[in-house]
Nanobody, 122 residues
């Protein structure tokens, strides 16, 4: 069982930055691919970024490429999402997820956090 707890969300003006953290309570954190997803009101959950178990490879949604950076610290059982140049369209609840592989598909992640709200004002 993996428990994930996100933090770092909040209200920020357009052009600003936030860093989300996701802490995992599991002894084998480095065995899991990690992903970030988001869901805006009235919309489906969408892929944002993912990182391999070792952290050597990352993948991003086109909408955030060049603005967001995913990283992980396996010694701290934590994955991060650095978000720069935020725009109002980034407003959503952001979720981290853990799974056996690194993928853009939410149905392939077995564990999910409770989410953290990010609101970008114009």
């Amino acid at each position: 069982q993996v428990q994930l707890v996100e933090s770092g969300g909040g209200l920020v003006q357009a052009g600003g930055s936030l860093r989300l953290s996701c802490a995992a309570s599991v002894r084998t954190f480095s065995s899991y691919g990690m992903g970030w997803f988001r869901q805006a009101p009235g919309k489906e959950r969408e892929f944002v970024a993912a990182i391999t178990r070792s952290g050597t490879r990352t993948v991003y949604a086109d909408s955030v490429k060049g603005r967001f950076t995913i990283s992980r610290d396996n010694a701290k059982n934590t994955v991060y999402l650095q978000m720069n140049s935020l725009i109002p369209e980034d407003t959503a609840v952001y979720y981290c997820a853990a799974g056996p592989v690194t993928t853009t598909r939410p149905d392939e992640y077995a564990y999910w956090g409770q989410g953290t709200q990010v609101t970008v004002s114009s």
